[in-house]
């Protein structure tokens, strides 16, 4: 068994722990596995370990290797910023984005992506610390966007997705998690039907799942250590 397939089966036992923990259904959760920065033979090989959903963080590695890879059946997600002039290639190529962060992005995703492919699947990103070096939006302006968003033809408006600051504390990184449900439920109140939440990654997905996580983001758990661009 490859070191990939390793891993895999370390994160899911991971998750597996997790939800027993949380008294949660782990088909309810799941694996985004993050190949930033690492090969397309390195993406292969997760497939053929299981793994069939993978994220990208940068536009032009997403094109290189839904390209390369054409001959498996992935389903790929964006989950990096997005600039307005890179955002056909995510129209094009992902089946998910993100981190969707201004409505004027997902403006040009539903006019890029047409009505001949499926709806793109998408996300709201928030920015649940106002870290000014993080995107996302405002909690308290998520309300009126996802509103905005949901009335857009070619996506459907999934969920929600958060980055929080870095913390090794698991009572700190639940009550961060916390923060995105509570504006899930509060969204769903306002009948927005939102279903994901995209949040956890290799530090925190113990945490993530305590608080309600659907789909979890992990990268060195499954890779290692990303290389430098």
Request: proline share 3%.
């Amino acid at each position: 068994m490859s070191d990939i397939c390793d891993k895999l089966q370390t994160v899911h036992a991971r998750i597996d722990a997790a939800t027993r923990q949380s008294r949660r259904d782990p088909h309810s959760i799941q694996l985004l596995a993050v190949s930033k920065t690492w090969p397309a033979a390195a993406v292969r090989e997760a497939w053929h370990c299981g793994q069939r959903a993978f994220g990208e963080n940068y536009v032009d590695e997403l094109i290189e290797k839904a390209r390369s890879l054409a001959d498996l059946d992935i389903e790929w997600h964006y989950i990096g910023h997005l600039q307005s002039n890179k955002s056909r290639a995510v129209a094009e190529h992902a089946h998910w984005m993100h981190s969707i962060d201004r409505y004027r992005i997902a403006q040009r995703l539903s006019a890029q992506r047409g009505a001949v492919r499926p709806p793109l699947q998408v996300c709201l990103q928030i920015n649940l610390s106002g870290e000014a070096s993080k995107s996302g939006v405002a909690p308290d302006q998520a309300l009126a966007l996802l509103h905005k968003i949901r009335e857009l033809p070619n996506l459907t408006l999934r969920g929600l997705m958060a980055i929080p600051e870095p913390s090794a504390d698991f009572t700190a990184q639940c009550a961060a998690f916390a923060q995105l449900r509570e504006l899930r439920d509060a969204a769903n109140q306002a009948g927005l039907g939102l279903d994901t939440l995209s949040m956890g990654m290799s530090g925190d997905l113990e945490a993530a799942v305590a608080e309600g996580s659907t789909l979890v983001r992990i990268g060195t758990a499954i890779f290692g250590e990303r290389h430098a661009r």
